[in-house]
């Protein structure tokens, strides 16, 4: 089912049941009004005779004898006289009256059926209640009773010391007119059934038609992968929001494209020159048996060296894909120790060196120092921060060796994590400042750096690890000379 058959269907089905409610208390109000004038023309009636003393249809008090003359006994069933003070015959209500026909109900239960009502002696059935009302001479109660298939309205109401009386009115009309207005309703429910089922089905094609334009426009641009592409927003409804959302997510996925191809373009253009190298080496290995036995250890230690340097820039690579995202298990890291064992590994390669070091950073100002070991110097405060130990690991590793490298003979490092920011300096040539925007950025090196053994990653999968844990990486000349990179893991969870 379509959404628009759904908004169709929802307005066509609210539509019904608010006709139906309608029609239903229309018919309910209706009903109780018409039994309303009903019951009301019964107590009309009832009280004329309550009120004259069983004064006839006028209402008015007759003697005695008129009461009960005239008739003969033709006004009671059984031939009997009239008794406990009830008239013989009523006369019927004047013009615009009360009207209904009329039974008394002695103290002692007996019924006696008045006279000037036609020909019928069909008698309105008595109840216990109708009995009890007039054993008490007093109080009312409405019924509903059916007599010869005839509905009727009954009041009994009590009339003192003498009984009670009975009026009753058929309730033909009342039906009548209630089927009739339930036809109606009917007719009218339908109606405004089909109706609201029409008006809907031109609502939500109304209403429908920019999200038609709006997915249309979308399956154009992801039909044909134009990431450069972008929806027109128009006004500030719901659909313009959607719509920069939408283009949010093309923005957002067009850069991610783009990094993608150009990490890999950069990373076929750093492995072009180790593959190289190694098919030369190679090829020139095949052909050992012309070469001195000190070339061919030579050309093998070059193998060997080639081949650590391209499985270093192939792992930097696979780093770098993983993205700013985390994509393992996070968990409290001490970060600390992570720095501590960094540098303790950095001391080892420092030392077995022998003070030689070249390192990749993207300013290449100065050369690489000879001689003399490079020393730490530690400030680390205990620090624990949320993230994946070996990816912060990873990162620290490259900031510490990176310093390591570019420090001067005899240089130190310095050290230092403090309220959960990691800081190294080192007391080299410092950074270009034409360099410092392009730091961190994927294999960017310095012109004067391209040269030197590397790829220009270390510092990027930095930056992409610190800001997988929402921290930051920052790099800047320290005062009095020498680099310093600020990096931050995120908020620290704990500290001592």
């Known amino acids: 089912m379509t959404l628009r058959t759904r908004i169709a269907a929802v307005a066509s089905v609210s539509v019904a049941l608010a006709v139906l409610a309608a029609a239903i208390g229309l018919y309910v109000a209706v009903g109780s009004d018409l039994r309303g004038e009903v019951d009301s023309a019964l107590r009309a009636r009832a009280g004329a005779f309550?009120?004259?003393?069983?004064?006839?249809?006028?209402?008015?008090?007759?003697?005695?004898?008129?009461?009960?003359?005239?008739?003969?006994?033709?006004?009671?069933?059984?031939?009997?006289?009239?008794?406990?003070?009830?008239?013989?015959?009523?006369?019927?209500?004047?013009?615009?009256?009360?009207?209904?026909?009329?039974?008394?109900?002695?103290?002692?239960?007996?019924?006696?059926?008045?006279?000037?009502?036609?020909?019928?002696?069909?008698?309105?059935?008595?109840?216990?209640g109708d009995r009890a009302i007039a054993a008490a001479g007093s109080g009312s109660s409405f019924s509903d009773r059916s007599v010869d298939g005839t509905e009727l309205r009954v009041l009994t109401e009590g009339t003192g010391a003498s009984g009670a009386v009975?009026?009753?009115?058929?309730?033909?009309?009342?039906?009548h007119e209630l089927s009739h207005l339930l036809l109606i309703l009917a007719l009218i429910g339908a109606g405004g059934v089909v109706l609201a089922a029409l008006l809907g089905t031109l609502v939500a094609r109304t209403a429908l038609a920019p999200i038609g334009r709006f997915t249309e426009r979308t399956e154009t641009l992801t039909g044909k992968l134009d990431l450069s592409r972008r929806l027109q927003v128009r006004g500030r409804d719901e659909l313009a929001r959607?719509?920069?959302?939408?283009?949010?997510?093309?923005?957002?996925?067009?850069?991610?494209?783009?990094?993608?191809?150009h990490l890999v373009a950069d990373a076929?253009?750093?492995?072009?020159?180790?593959?190289?190298?190694?098919?030369?080496?190679?090829?020139?290995?095949?052909?050992?048996?012309?070469?001195?036995?000190?070339?061919?250890?030579?050309?093998?230690?070059?193998?060997?060296?080639?081949?650590?340097?391209?499985?270093?820039?192939?792992?930097?690579v696979v780093e770098l894909a993983r993205g700013a995202e985390p994509d393992g298990a996070a968990d409290d890291v001490r970060l600390d120790e992570l720095v501590a064992a960094a540098v303790a590994s950095a001391r080892r390669r420092s030392a077995g060196a022998g003070g030689s070091v070249a390192g990749d950073r993207a300013d290449g100002s100065g050369a690489a120092a000879q001689g003399g070991e490079v020393t730490f110097e530690l400030s680390l405060e205990p620090t624990i921060v949320h993230g994946q130990a070996d990816r912060i690991g990873r990162a620290v590793s490259n900031v510490v060796d990176n310093a390591r490298k570019w420090s001067p003979p005899g240089g130190a490092v310095e050290v230092g994590l403090k309220d959960g920011v990691l800081s190294v300096r080192d007391h080299g040539p410092g950074f270009r400042e034409a360099d410092l925007p392009f730091v961190f950025d994927r294999f960017y090196r310095a012109q004067a750096a391209r040269g030197l053994p590397g790829s220009g990653l270390g510092l990027a999968i930095v930056r992409q690890a610190a800001e997988a844990c929402g921290g930051f990486a920052e790099a800047q000349n320290a005062p009095g000379g020498g680099g310093l990179v600020r990096v931050s893991f995120g908020r620290a969870v704990a500290s001592a």
């Open 268 to 316: 076929s253009h750093e492995l072009r020159t180790p593959i190289a190298s190694l098919r030369a080496n190679i090829q020139t290995l095949g052909e050992a048996e012309r070469l001195p036995r000190e070339e061919q250890e030579s050309l093998r230690a070059d193998i060997v060296a080639e081949l650590d340097e391209l499985t270093a820039l192939v792992t930097d």
């Open 166 to 175: 009975l009026v009753a009115q058929p309730l033909t009309q009342v039906e």
């Open 242 to 261: 959607l719509a920069d959302s939408f283009n949010a997510t093309l923005d957002a996925l067009e850069r991610s494209v783009q990094a993608q191809r």
């Open 50 to 128: 309550v009120r004259s003393g069983f004064a006839g249809a006028s209402g008015q008090p007759q003697a005695r004898g008129a009461l009960l003359g005239g008739a003969a006994g033709g006004g009671y069933p059984g031939g009997g006289p009239p008794g406990r003070g009830f008239p013989g015959s009523v006369e019927p209500a004047p013009f615009g009256g009360a009207s209904g026909y009329v039974e008394f109900v002695s103290a002692q239960g007996e019924v006696f059926v008045p006279g000037g009502q036609g020909a019928s002696r069909r008698q309105v059935p008595v109840t216990t």
